[in-house]
C-alpha cells in the first residue's frame, strides 16, 4: 500500500531552538497534506492543512508563525515548530491524500520532546 | 458540543467475545465516516470506513451507519488481545479534513 514517510520519529531539543519534520508521499502524488497534533492521552487535533504551491490554511487557535507549514512539492510538506517550548512537546502525524484516488494515508508520526 | 463524541473507556470484553464502539457527530453535513486503531505510541491505521446508511463487515469488523441519529458504531466479532488498542471514529464533512475523536480504549482480556 502507499506509504507516507515521517522523520525524524523522535527528536528531543532545548527550549528557544526551531525543529523540521518532514512529511513526505513516497509512492504516490498529493496535493494535499494535513499537519495533526496529539497530546497524551487525547485525540489527532488538525493543526493546519497544507496544500502544493500555496500557503497552508491554519486552524483557529494555531499560531502560523509558530508552525511553520511549507508544501514546495507534491511529496513533500514539511512542519517546522519554531522557538518551541516545554507545552509543545507532543506527537505530531502527518496525513497525505493521494490525488488520484483521494484516499488518505498516515505518516508514523514525530515525537516531540522539548527540554 | 464536540463535533466527534466517543465514550473514553476503557472497555473490556472477554477474548472471543463481541467489542461494540460507539461514535455520535454533530455535523449532518458529515459524508464520511472511518474507524482507525491506533496503538500506544504509533499512528493511526485505518480499520473501515463507511459512507452510506446500513452495515458494512470486513472480516471481523462490521461497522453500522445511521446518519439520522447521527450515529456511527464498530463491532469486533471474537475479539483477541491485539485487538487492544484505541479506536479512534472519525468523520469528514465536505472539503473538511479528518475530525476526529477522542477515541474509545478497548481492552481485549485473554
Known amino acids: 500500500g502507499a506509504v507516507v514517510s515521517q522523520h525524524p520519529s523522535r527528536v528531543i531539543c532545548k527550549s528557544g531552538t526551531s525543529v523540521k519534520i518532514e512529511c513526505r508521499s513516497l509512492?504516490?502524488?498529493?496535493?494535499?497534506m494535513f499537519w495533526y497534533r496529539q497530546f497524551p492521552k487525547q485525540s489527532l487535533m488538525l493543526m493546519a492543512t497544507?496544500?502544493?504551491?500555496?500557503?497552508?490554511?491554519?486552524e483557529q487557535g494555531v499560531e502560523k508563525d509558530k508552525f511553520l507549514i511549507n508544501h514546495a512539492s507534491l511529496t513533500l510538506s514539511t512542519l517546522t515548530v519554531t522557538s518551541a517550548h516545554p507545552e509543545d512537546s507532543s506527537f505530531y502525524i502527518c496525513?497525505?491524500?493521494?490525488?488520484?484516488?483521494?484516499?488518505?494515508?498516515f505518516g508514523e508520526g514525530s515525537r516531540l520532546t522539548v527540554l | 458540543q464536540k463535533e466527534v463524541e466517543q465514550n473514553s473507556g476503557p472497555l473490556s470484553v472477554p477474548e472471543g467475545a463481541i467489542a461494540s464502539l460507539n461514535c455520535t457527530y454533530s455535523?449532518?453535513?458529515?459524508?464520511?465516516f472511518f474507524w482507525y486503531r491506533q496503538y500506544s505510541g504509533k499512528s493511526p491505521e485505518l480499520i473501515m470506513s463507511?459512507?452510506?446508511?446500513g452495515d458494512k463487515e470486513d472480516g471481523r469488523f462490521t461497522a453500522q451507519l445511521n446518519k439520522a441519529s447521527q450515529y456511527v458504531s464498530l463491532l469486533i466479532r471474537d475479539s483477541q488481545p491485539s485487538d487492544s488498542a484505541t479506536y479512534l471514529c472519525?468523520?469528514?464533512?465536505?472539503?473538511?479534513?479528518?475530525?476526529f475523536g477522542s477515541g474509545t480504549r478497548l481492552q481485549v482480556q485473554p
Open positions: 497544507s496544500n502544493e504551491g500555496s500557503k497552508a490554511t491554519y
Open positions: 463507511i459512507y452510506s446508511n
Open positions: 496525513s497525505a491524500q493521494d490525488r488520484n484516488t483521494g484516499e488518505l494515508f
Open positions: 472519525a468523520v469528514i464533512a465536505g472539503r473538511r479534513a479528518l475530525t
Open positions: 455535523d449532518r453535513g458529515s459524508q464520511s
Open positions: 509512492d504516490f502524488q498529493a496535493t494535499t
